[in-house]
Structure formats: C-alpha cells, structure tokens
C-alpha cells in the first residue's frame, strides 16, 4: 500500500465517523446543537461546519484554487451542514482520487497563513484536525450522557477494494 491509499482511507475515515456523528446529533433539538460549549470552536453545530469548512478551504488550496468563504449562518442547521458536507465531499474525493498521484514535496501557499506548506502536510494536517474536533464531539456527548461515536478505525472495511470513494 502506497501513501496515496493510506491518505485516502484516513479521509475515508473521517467522513464516516463524520456521517455517524450527524446520524447521532440528529438525536439532538435545535437548542442543544446550537449550544456554545465549552473549548472546541463553539457549539456542536459550529463544529460540523468548521470541519467540512476548513477541509475544503485546504483541498483547494492545493489545488490552487480561491478559497470559498462560507458563512454559519447559511448553514445553521443540521440539515444544511450535512447537505454541505456531501456536495463539497466529492470535490475532495474527486481531488484525493485523481491529482494525488502529483509530487507530496510541492510547496502550497494559502491566503490565511504567510508559511508555505508541503501538499503532504497539508492531507496530514486536514485529517489531524477533523479527529480532534471528533475527539471534542466525543466529551461534549459523554457530558450529555450520550454514546459517542465509535473511534475504531477496525470494522469499518474502509481498506477493502470494493469500499470506493
């Protein structure tokens, strides 16, 4: 297994984990979601649309594409996050699927940072922060007396061959 498969079942990964969390927050009223809450970027909800947003705002930028600011407040619910989340999914899958097979070693230059970053950094960094955001739903739910989502990477037959972007 080359780099490029393990980079791609980690994205794999973490947008499973991410449709289960949103399963479970489904769970959820309106209040609790919108809730601010202690560290993280805020409220539950808010963490969903910071995830799928950063991710985004890195995939372009290796890309080299502008970035596209998107606001809460035109995704301000559950709904909306996760309709967010896939339409903007299949411009990642589509990248990791085709133009990973580029060098790692290219140098990226984003318009929020004034530091040059490796592509490969970048793919490491995206998946780093969507687990630890995963991490935070994880104690804010165990807070609420409810069963977070399972961090297993094991049993989710992301590594099978049939398990396609």
Not at 22 to 43: H, V
Not at 89 to 101: C, G, I, N, T
Request: glycine share 4%; hydrophobic share 35%.
């Amino acid at each position: 297994m080359d780099r490029r498969d393990s980079m791609i079942h980690f994205f794999k990964y973490n947008w499973q984990v991410r449709d289960e969390w949103m399963d479970r927050c489904s769970q959820l009223s309106d209040e609790i979601l919108m809730e601010k809450r202690t560290g993280g970027p805020g409220s539950i909800l808010y963490t969903l649309f910071h995830i799928i947003d950063v991710e985004q705002s890195w995939i372009r930028s290796i890309r080299g594409k502008e970035d596209i600011v998107y606001n809460f407040e035109d995704h301000n619910s559950l709904e909306k996050v996760k309709e967010l989340s896939d339409r903007l999914r299949k411009e990642v899958a589509d990248h990791l699927d085709v133009e990973l097979k580029e060098t790692e070693d290219r140098i990226v230059s984003v318009p929020w940072d004034e530091e040059e970053f490796t592509r490969i950094e970048i793919l490491h960094h995206v998946i780093a922060h969507e687990l630890h955001h995963m991490g935070q739903l994880s104690i804010w739910a165990r807070e609420m007396d409810m069963e977070p989502v399972t961090a297993n990477f094991i049993r989710r037959n992301l590594m099978s061959t049939d398990n396609q972007m």
